[in-house]
């Protein structure tokens, strides 16, 4: 069987965001003037084969642990709904 | 030079910049320059081994965090494990970091802006692979050139890397003045490169590859090249 999940990786608080500074900057330009704290992260999908959903998504942690995000300056989160 | 036999394997990644600088900087100091292969599970006997500057991978996902898996770091980290000498330069430092070789991670610059320039480092420990012919306190001129150069690190890893003695370079004046002006990046206590405990494993952001040669810029690598291949040479007679 193959289940899709999806890993969001996020910067821990307080580390540099030019992403997020950059979209923030952008939106007064546009008439938003009451919008702050903007953050950009990274969204992966994987799909992945096992035999069951716990088993696939104990798979998808570990690579979210060990690949997808750095623990000195990400925070990662296995999204509970994944898209069909 | 006269070569002092001391072989230096340099590996290239896809997105690798610096490889041909750092084969060069070895000859240039009397070794052997050794072209390794990312893909590869072959070391081929070298004395030490550089990882160089560049964008591996495109620095997808993080800098250096592709490149910290390829096959050849297995070998690397064994190598290292049996004393080898290993050294990264600038995404070398990032992909030691990836691989866990070394402690910390380094973001974004926190001017944001991308940094080309000479720096000032002084030299904090001579008890490594790269340092060993160098005093505490010594300072060198070196090129920094890259956008994510901020070393950050865990509280309990910073304790570590501070309470051992790990930090290797810090970002000083040319006196050998560690303050606020002469850090370029925001590195946290101006840490421009750190090493692992037994001190065979170094990192550094700025590129000593870049400065051997007097017709092309400053010269403050040399030391560390010279040191770099005694060290490896040890290894190799041992």
């Known amino acids: ?84 | 030079m006269v070569s002092t036999g001391a072989r230096v394997g340099v590996v290239t990644f896809p997105g690798s910049l610096d490889d041909r600088d750092a084969l060069d900087a070895v000859t240039f100091m009397g070794g052997t320059g050794v072209a390794l292969w990312h893909a590869s599970h072959d070391l081929e006997g070298v004395d030490a081994v550089i990882l160089p500057g560049g964008f591996s991978y495109g620095d997808y996902l993080r800098c250096g965090a592709i490149a910290g898996k390829a096959a050849i770091m297995q070998e690397i980290r064994a190598f290292a494990e049996r004393g080898g000498p290993v050294l990264g330069i600038c995404n070398g430092f990032q992909i030691l970091c990836e691989s866990g070789l070394l402690p910390g991670a380094l973001i974004r610059n926190r001017s944001l802006q991308f940094i080309c320039k000479d720096v000032w480092l002084r030299v904090e420990s001579s008890q490594t692979a790269v340092t060993a012919g160098m005093e505490p306190g010594e300072t060198i001129e070196v090129p920094i050139k890259h956008g994510e150069g901020q070393f950050v690190a865990t509280a309990e890893q910073l304790e570590q890397i501070e309470g051992e003695g790990r930090v290797v370079f810090r970002y000083a004046t040319s006196a050998g003045l560690v303050d606020e002006t002469s850090n370029p990046n925001g590195s946290i206590g101006n840490i421009a490169g750190v090493r692992n405990d037994r001190g065979n494993v170094i990192g550094l952001m700025p590129h000593p590859e870049h400065a051997v040669d007097p017709d092309v810029g400053p010269t403050g690598g040399q030391g560390m090249f010279a040191s770099l291949l005694a060290t490896a040479l040890e290894g190799a007679l041992r």
């Open chain 1, 1 to 84: 069987m193959t289940f899709t999940f999806e890993v969001l990786v996020t910067l821990k608080a307080g580390l540099a965001d030019p992403a997020g500074k950059a979209v923030e900057a952008a939106l007064p330009t546009m008439g938003w003037t009451t919008v702050h704290d903007v953050h950009v992260g990274k969204h992966i999908k994987l799909t992945v084969e096992g035999p069951d959903e716990t088993a696939a998504r104990a798979q998808v942690e570990e690579i979210a642990q060990r690949l997808l995000s750095n623990p000195v300056i990400e925070n990662y989160r296995v999204l509970d709904q994944p898209e069909a």
